[in-house]
């Protein structure tokens, strides 16, 4: 280069830099935590990409992740990029659940929203808002109208998560058949492989995290694939067109979440998911009732009766009643009843077009059955399996609901067994189309049905469900879900779960809202003869550990009434609470949960273990100071353990106070249940 060229190049330079910083684009923005714990910076490098990354104490917790997305018929937003804009804002606001594991809830975060746009060509743009709150960091994309982008086809996000410390995962595989029942992996991040959210990670120096999303509405879930190293990538779940998302302007995407705790328990103590949903949209839910039920439900799954007609049909009349005599009198609200509706003779499984959601079978009285359990104080919980036809299920969906909603039925439990990718949904041409269960089209299908739902005050609990995302908290009729291998595996699985699977559950699915696991079986009976992977003591302790509104006594009746002294537990639970604490625990090893009564003094604890015994010292901090309390314990006796005797159960009280340490010992797969009375 000439000594001339050089000179009006040194020249221009300062205007250069001056023409940088005056006008935009910068380069970077930055937000930190209410606590300036937790910060994020979005960067964009010389091709114009633009990624964030995450730090907690000064230490980077996510490494520099690509953001961007890709369309099906427009150009990308991957390069050729720029922050043209920045905003921030800081909120602070206590909300309460109309129910849940906790009334009082605080919402406090930092929100930075980056504007990026196109350097060159259309000049189109979209907003990417952070909100980083002290236990993590959950970021959208943001699309305005715009021309050149009225209707956004997704084909994919190039959104990236590179967890930047050597860490061990706990994951289950994505677009696998039997969509998210699967037993949890546990393997260094090297070898994730397409894994669901949400995730969850422990990195060598101790940290927890779970990638998750928030909000999921009119969107695909979101899977993560491991692309290498340490790096995972989103890869939604495929639509029913070409694009995986179909969408008009504006519109803000879920929010994709990452939660950071020093402790395990920390992750169950987050807020984050919940405060990043929005508000409740039904207004008055207090006809919306947490509540524990039984059901003719296990006797099915044992094959000791069935869903379609014959003589061995479970959901008749005289059965229905017996059912609602045991729930009234011991006090639980509801009684499920499966296989009442015509439609399960033959192929049910993944078929669907054969189910009736408003004819009973002879031998069921439908108006009979719900006028037995009013007389008694007790609720019939409906049911709707599909087998993933939501198209037919749609097509009946007023007369479905009003139906119920006439009988006084204001809980339905919803199902949707179907191979992945094989519900039936309608497309805008009103075409049948196989789907997804996680893709966009199956996401609206289950708002349809909650807004129905709710329209007829009516709570909905949907097995093969989208993933919880927290919607509950914007519709509280979404009161609790499936999505996980539940207790139906120990009947008829092989394997069954294994004796770290609940201890597991707490630090991964249910970091992502309550779920309709069924725990209370005492009969420990499986199809195979196999050993069920639990004590008496641990199918108590479920009923804390595992939260959720709607919690089944899943065993048959005479197993309870042949135990009455454990199933006092059962009775005294709540499932609605004032407050909760993750005592101890360590992912896939034990969880010991506290959690107050809501409305009550009480407190009750649950405690589970893997397959190694363990004794826990937990101190009674939690309890109020000064106040004595007697501890109703049930806990696995000497010779407890699921291979030995899984029914040794010790069943004893004590005084104690808060400044108390309580020992808890566990057997193999074992628990503990207690309960704190406050005197
Ligand atoms: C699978 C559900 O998880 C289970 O609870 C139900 O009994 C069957 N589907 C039949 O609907
Ligand atoms: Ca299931």
Redesign the pocket.
């Given at each position: 280069m000439s000594n001339r060229l050089l000179g009006l190049l040194a020249a221009l330079l300062p205007l250069a830099t001056l023409a940088a910083t005056a006008a935009e684009p910068r380069a970077s923005a930055r937000i930190a935590s209410p606590d300036a714990t937790i910060a994020v910076e979005v960067t964009t490098d010389n091709e114009g990409r633009a990624s964030y990354r995450v730090s907690r104490a000064g230490r980077p917790v996510i490494a520099d992740s690509r953001l961007g997305m890709l369309f099906a018929d427009a150009p990308k937003f991957e390069r050729n990029l720029a922050i043209v804009d920045q905003r921030t804002r800081s909120h602070d606001e206590a909300w309460e659940l109309p129910w849940g594991e906790r009334r009082h809830m605080r919402d406090h975060h930092n929100e930075l929203r980056v504007t990026l746009a196109e350097i060159s060509g259309a000049k189109r743009r979209f907003d990417v808002v952070f909100r980083v709150f002290d236990d993590g960091v959950g970021f959208r994309y943001d699309f305005p109208d715009q021309p050149g982008l009225r209707r956004l086809a997704i084909s994919e996000e190039l959104t990236e998560f590179v967890v930047a410390d050597a860490a061990t995962a706990w994951w289950i595989p994505s677009f696998e058949w039997n969509r998210e029942e699967y037993l949890y992996h546990r393997t260094p991040i090297e070898e994730v492989g397409d894994a669901q959210t949400p995730i969850t990670l422990r990195t060598a120096d101790g940290l927890h995290l779970s990638i998750h999303e928030a909000a999921l509405v009119d969107y695909s879930g979101m899977n993560l694939t491991r692309v290498d190293g340490r790096k995972l990538k989103a890869a939604l779940t495929p639509g029913i067109g070409e694009a995986k998302v179909e969408v008009a302007a504006p519109f803000a995407t879920p929010w994709r979440t990452i939660q950071i705790a020093e402790r395990a328990g920390g992750l169950v103590e987050s807020g984050l998911i919940l405060n990043l949903n929005a508000p409740n949209a039904l207004g008055d839910v207090s006809w919306i009732r947490p509540m524990k039920y039984v059901g003719i439900?296990w006797e099915?799954?044992l094959d000791r009766k069935t869903?379609a007609s014959g003589p061995k049909h479970g959901a008749t009349t005289a059965h229905a009643k017996r059912h609602i005599d045991f729930a009234a009198a011991n006090g639980l609200g509801g009684v499920l009843v499966?296989g009442w509706n015509l439609g399960w003779d033959g192929e049910w499984f993944g078929n669907g077009e054969d189910f009736s959601f408003t004819r009973a079978y002879p031998d069921f009285d439908l108006d009979e059955v719900t006028r037995y359990a009013r007389e008694k104080g007790v609720m019939l919980i409906g049911?709707h399996?599909t087998s993933g036809n939501a198209a037919h299920y749609e097509q009946q969906l007023d007369d479905a609901f009003d139906l119920y909603a006439r009988l006084g039925v204001h809980a339905v439990?919803t199902?949707y067994?179907a191979d992945a990718g094989q519900a039936k949904v309608r497309d805008a041409q009103g075409r049948l189309r196989y789907a997804w269960h996680e893709g966009q089209a199956m996401v609206r299908h289950h708002q349809t049905v909650v807004d129905a739902a709710a329209r007829r005050r009516i709570a909905v609990n949907p097995?093969?469900p989208v993933k919880d995302t927290g919607l509950r908290r914007t519709y509280p009729n979404l009161i609790t879900r499936?999505g996980a291998r539940?207790m139906?595996f120990n009947a008829w699985g092989n394997p069954g779960n294994p004796p770290e699977h609940e201890a597991t559950l707490v630090y991964t699915r249910l970091l992502a809202g309550p779920m309709d696991f069924?725990p209370g079986v005492f009969g420990m009976d499986t199809k195979s003869g196999e050993p069920m992977a639990s004590t008496l003591a641990k199918q108590l302790a479920l009923y804390v550990v595992i939260y959720s509104p709607l919690q089944m006594a899943a065993d048959l009746l005479e197993h309870y009434e042949a135990r009455p002294e454990a199933f006092q537990f059962i009775r005294d639970v709540p499932v609605d609470w004032e407050d909760t604490r993750a005592v101890a625990g360590e992912v896939g090893e034990y969880a010991v949960i506290a959690r107050r009564a809501r409305g009550g003094d009480d407190w009750y604890l649950g405690a589970v273990t893997d397959d190694s015994a363990r004794t826990v010292e937990v101190p009674l901090d939690f309890l109020e100071p000064g106040r004595r309390y007697t501890a109703q314990i049930y806990r696995d006796g000497a010779n407890a353990g699921w291979r030995d005797d899984p029914h040794d159960i010790v069943i004893e009280s004590r005084a104690v106070g808060a400044g108390d340490t309580l020992s808890v010992r566990l057997a193999p797969a074992g628990g503990q249940a207690v309960r704190f009375v406050a005197q």
């Open positions: 439900w099915m799954h869903w499966e049911h399996e439990k199902g067994v097995h093969e499936e539940g139906e069924t």
